[in-house]
Protein backbone atom coordinates (compact mmCIF):
# COMPACT_ATOMS: atom_id res chain seq x y z
CA UNK A 1 0.00 0.00 0.00
CA UNK A 2 1.51 3.21 -0.96
CA UNK A 3 2.21 6.17 1.66
CA UNK A 4 0.05 9.53 0.09
CA UNK A 5 2.15 12.12 2.44
CA UNK A 6 3.16 15.40 1.10
CA UNK A 7 6.99 15.86 0.58
CA UNK A 8 6.68 19.93 0.79
CA UNK A 9 7.48 21.17 3.82
CA UNK A 10 4.63 22.86 5.90
CA UNK A 11 6.24 25.72 7.06
CA UNK A 12 7.05 28.84 5.19
CA UNK A 13 10.63 28.79 6.03
CA UNK A 14 11.07 25.43 5.76
CA UNK A 15 10.13 25.34 2.14
CA UNK A 16 12.57 28.13 1.41
CA UNK A 17 15.58 26.13 3.37
CA UNK A 18 14.98 23.16 1.70
CA UNK A 19 14.50 24.54 -1.89
CA UNK A 20 17.46 26.84 -1.55
CA UNK A 21 19.23 23.63 -0.40
CA UNK A 22 18.12 21.72 -3.97
CA UNK A 23 18.65 24.90 -5.89
CA UNK A 24 22.24 25.14 -4.57
CA UNK A 25 22.89 21.47 -5.09
CA UNK A 26 21.91 21.43 -8.56
CA UNK A 27 24.11 24.65 -9.56
CA UNK A 28 27.07 23.09 -7.66
CA UNK A 29 29.02 23.11 -11.59
CA UNK A 30 30.26 19.50 -11.08
CA UNK A 31 26.52 18.10 -10.55
CA UNK A 32 25.62 20.78 -13.61
CA UNK A 33 27.54 18.84 -15.86
CA UNK A 34 26.37 15.59 -14.73
CA UNK A 35 22.91 16.46 -14.36
CA UNK A 36 22.91 18.22 -17.98
CA UNK A 37 21.69 21.38 -16.56
CA UNK A 38 22.84 23.33 -19.81
CA UNK A 39 22.27 26.08 -21.09
CA UNK A 40 19.49 25.78 -23.34
CA UNK A 41 18.21 22.78 -22.31
CA UNK A 42 14.50 22.43 -21.03
CA UNK A 43 15.95 21.51 -17.53
CA UNK A 44 17.83 24.97 -17.38
CA UNK A 45 15.04 26.68 -18.91
CA UNK A 46 12.72 25.01 -16.27
CA UNK A 47 15.58 26.03 -13.66
CA UNK A 48 16.84 30.05 -14.60
CA UNK A 49 12.81 31.22 -16.04
CA UNK A 50 11.14 29.73 -13.48
CA UNK A 51 11.94 28.00 -10.35
CA UNK A 52 14.87 31.07 -9.66
CA UNK A 53 12.69 33.96 -10.38
CA UNK A 54 10.05 32.12 -8.46
CA UNK A 55 11.77 31.50 -5.48
CA UNK A 56 13.41 34.86 -4.87
CA UNK A 57 9.71 36.61 -4.98
CA UNK A 58 9.02 33.82 -1.89
CA UNK A 59 11.90 34.20 -0.10
CA UNK A 60 11.29 37.75 -0.18
CA UNK A 61 8.14 37.17 1.02
CA UNK A 62 8.95 35.02 3.60
CA UNK A 63 11.67 37.36 4.68
CA UNK A 64 9.01 40.31 4.84
CA UNK A 65 6.70 37.75 6.91
CA UNK A 66 9.25 37.14 9.32
CA UNK A 67 9.62 40.23 10.88
CA UNK A 68 6.86 40.14 12.80
CA UNK A 69 6.15 43.99 14.22
CA UNK A 70 5.88 44.35 10.05
CA UNK A 71 3.42 41.37 9.28
CA UNK A 72 0.17 43.41 7.89
CA UNK A 73 -2.51 41.17 6.50
CA UNK A 74 -0.80 42.31 2.71
CA UNK A 75 2.38 40.77 3.63
CA UNK A 76 0.37 37.83 4.81
CA UNK A 77 -1.60 37.61 1.22
CA UNK A 78 1.70 38.60 -0.33
CA UNK A 79 3.43 35.01 0.94
CA UNK A 80 0.25 32.91 0.16
CA UNK A 81 0.63 34.33 -3.13
CA UNK A 82 4.19 33.58 -3.94
CA UNK A 83 4.31 30.91 -1.81
CA UNK A 84 2.08 29.20 -4.25
CA UNK A 85 3.21 30.97 -7.50
CA UNK A 86 6.77 29.01 -6.60
CA UNK A 87 5.68 25.60 -5.41
CA UNK A 88 4.12 25.36 -9.09
CA UNK A 89 7.28 25.61 -10.53
CA UNK A 90 9.02 23.78 -7.63
CA UNK A 91 7.02 20.54 -8.12
CA UNK A 92 7.73 20.22 -12.36
CA UNK A 93 11.40 20.68 -11.29
CA UNK A 94 11.39 18.21 -8.67
CA UNK A 95 9.16 16.01 -11.55
CA UNK A 96 12.44 16.63 -14.05
CA UNK A 97 14.89 15.70 -11.48
CA UNK A 98 13.60 12.80 -10.87
CA UNK A 99 12.84 11.61 -14.25
CA UNK A 100 16.58 12.41 -14.89
CA UNK A 101 18.72 8.85 -14.96
CA UNK A 102 21.69 10.81 -14.07
CA UNK A 103 20.25 12.36 -10.69
CA UNK A 104 20.41 9.09 -7.86
CA UNK A 105 18.47 8.60 -5.09
CA UNK A 106 21.21 9.97 -3.11
CA UNK A 107 20.70 13.08 -5.13
CA UNK A 108 17.16 13.58 -4.62
CA UNK A 109 17.68 12.56 -0.76
CA UNK A 110 20.86 14.91 -0.25
CA UNK A 111 17.98 18.03 -1.90
CA UNK A 112 15.91 16.91 0.64
CA UNK A 113 13.65 15.35 -2.03
CA UNK A 114 12.04 11.74 -1.69
CA UNK A 115 13.23 9.07 -3.50
CA UNK A 116 11.92 7.11 -6.51
CA UNK A 117 8.99 4.84 -5.55
CA UNK A 118 11.08 1.19 -5.59
CA UNK A 119 8.54 -1.11 -5.23
CA UNK A 120 7.29 -3.00 -2.21
CA UNK A 121 4.22 -1.61 -2.64
CA UNK A 122 1.76 -0.13 -5.04
CA UNK A 123 3.18 3.39 -6.38
CA UNK A 124 0.36 5.97 -6.74
CA UNK A 125 -1.97 5.19 -9.22
CA UNK A 126 -2.78 8.02 -11.76
CA UNK A 127 -6.71 8.66 -11.33
CA UNK A 128 -8.50 8.10 -14.80
CA UNK A 129 -11.27 10.18 -14.00
CA UNK A 130 -11.03 13.47 -13.94
CA UNK A 131 -12.67 15.93 -10.62
CA UNK A 132 -16.15 17.09 -10.47
CA UNK A 133 -17.00 20.88 -9.48
CA UNK A 134 -19.39 22.88 -8.86
CA UNK A 135 -18.60 26.24 -7.20
CA UNK A 136 -20.08 29.33 -5.07
CA UNK A 137 -20.67 32.87 -5.79
CA UNK A 138 -21.82 34.48 -2.72
CA UNK A 139 -18.87 36.98 -2.24
CA UNK A 140 -17.99 39.18 -4.76
CA UNK A 141 -15.31 39.26 -6.69
CA UNK A 142 -14.65 35.88 -5.35
CA UNK A 143 -15.06 32.16 -6.42
CA UNK A 144 -15.29 29.62 -4.09
CA UNK A 145 -14.30 26.51 -6.18
CA UNK A 146 -15.02 22.36 -4.69
CA UNK A 147 -13.98 19.56 -6.48
CA UNK A 148 -14.28 16.00 -5.43
CA UNK A 149 -14.22 13.05 -7.20
CA UNK A 150 -16.41 11.37 -9.66
CA UNK A 151 -19.94 10.10 -8.65
CA UNK A 152 -18.61 11.86 -5.27
CA UNK A 153 -20.05 15.23 -3.31
CA UNK A 154 -18.33 18.49 -1.48
CA UNK A 155 -17.41 16.08 1.49
CA UNK A 156 -15.99 13.22 -0.25
CA UNK A 157 -11.94 12.35 -0.02
CA UNK A 158 -9.78 12.38 -2.68
CA UNK A 159 -9.55 9.33 -4.93
CA UNK A 160 -6.47 7.13 -3.39
CA UNK A 161 -3.22 8.06 -4.40
CA UNK A 162 -4.15 11.66 -5.68
CA UNK A 163 -2.10 14.73 -3.44
CA UNK A 164 -4.50 17.37 -4.90
CA UNK A 165 -5.69 18.83 -8.30
CA UNK A 166 -4.08 21.51 -10.63
CA UNK A 167 -6.18 24.44 -11.92
CA UNK A 168 -6.25 26.45 -14.97
CA UNK A 169 -8.12 29.65 -15.77
CA UNK A 170 -8.61 32.31 -17.94
CA UNK A 171 -10.75 35.86 -17.98
CA UNK A 172 -11.69 35.40 -21.92
CA UNK A 173 -14.78 37.55 -24.13
CA UNK A 174 -14.74 33.89 -25.68
CA UNK A 175 -15.15 29.92 -24.88
CA UNK A 176 -11.35 29.04 -25.44
CA UNK A 177 -11.16 26.68 -28.41
CA UNK A 178 -8.54 23.90 -26.24
CA UNK A 179 -6.76 23.98 -22.43
CA UNK A 180 -3.83 25.68 -23.93
CA UNK A 181 -5.86 29.05 -23.96
CA UNK A 182 -6.20 28.49 -19.61
CA UNK A 183 -3.12 30.50 -18.98
CA UNK A 184 -3.28 30.83 -15.12
CA UNK A 185 -2.11 27.35 -13.17
CA UNK A 186 -3.04 27.15 -9.54
CA UNK A 187 -2.59 24.02 -7.45
CA UNK A 188 -4.51 22.62 -4.39
CA UNK A 189 -4.48 19.88 -1.65
CA UNK A 190 -7.59 20.39 -0.20
CA UNK A 191 -11.08 20.98 -1.37
CA UNK A 192 -12.43 24.29 -2.21
CA UNK A 193 -9.85 26.78 -3.14
CA UNK A 194 -10.40 30.34 -3.75
CA UNK A 195 -10.02 32.38 -6.96
CA UNK A 196 -10.11 36.32 -5.70
CA UNK A 197 -10.35 38.87 -8.44
CA UNK A 198 -10.04 42.46 -9.32
CA UNK A 199 -12.65 44.93 -8.79
CA UNK A 200 -12.71 45.63 -12.42
CA UNK A 201 -12.87 41.59 -13.18
CA UNK A 202 -16.65 41.66 -11.63
CA UNK A 203 -18.89 40.64 -14.41
CA UNK A 204 -16.66 38.96 -16.66
CA UNK A 205 -16.45 35.41 -17.73
CA UNK A 206 -14.10 33.04 -16.65
CA UNK A 207 -13.41 29.90 -17.77
CA UNK A 208 -11.25 26.81 -16.13
CA UNK A 209 -10.44 23.73 -16.15
CA UNK A 210 -9.22 21.20 -13.13
CA UNK A 211 -7.24 17.44 -12.90
CA UNK A 212 -5.54 15.17 -10.72
CA UNK A 213 -2.05 15.11 -9.91
CA UNK A 214 -1.17 12.30 -7.57
CA UNK A 215 1.33 12.09 -5.35
CA UNK A 216 4.67 10.97 -7.69
CA UNK A 217 3.62 14.09 -9.90
CA UNK A 218 2.01 12.41 -12.70
CA UNK A 219 -1.27 14.37 -13.72
CA UNK A 220 -4.96 12.55 -14.76
CA UNK A 221 -7.46 13.78 -17.23
CA UNK A 222 -8.89 17.46 -17.50
CA UNK A 223 -12.53 18.12 -16.43
CA UNK A 224 -14.48 20.03 -19.13
CA UNK A 225 -14.15 23.90 -19.22
CA UNK A 226 -16.21 25.11 -16.91
CA UNK A 227 -17.46 28.87 -17.26
CA UNK A 228 -19.18 31.28 -14.77
CA UNK A 229 -19.33 35.18 -14.19
CA UNK A 230 -16.99 36.49 -11.56
CA UNK A 231 -19.55 38.11 -9.00
Known amino acids: MAVNIDWLPAGHIALRDQALRAIKYVTLPENKVRFGVIEGTPIWMLLTSQVEPKFSAFNDAVVAWSDKGNRSPVVVETLKTKRKE ?15 TEVTNADLI ?5 KRHEGGGEPAPVETDA ?3 E ?7 RITLYFYKKGGKRSSAKPKGQ ?5 RFVI ?3 PPVNYDEL ?3 RFDVRSPYIL ?3 REDRGKTVYFAVRWENTLGDKGPWSPIFETIIP
Do not use: T
Not at 136 to 141: F, M, N, P
Open 86 to 100: FVEVYRKFYAALKAN
Open 110 to 114: EMGFP
Open 131 to 133: PEC
Open 135 to 141: WELSVQG
Open 163 to 167: HGVEI
Open 172 to 174: LDH
Open 183 to 185: VNS
Open 196 to 198: DFD
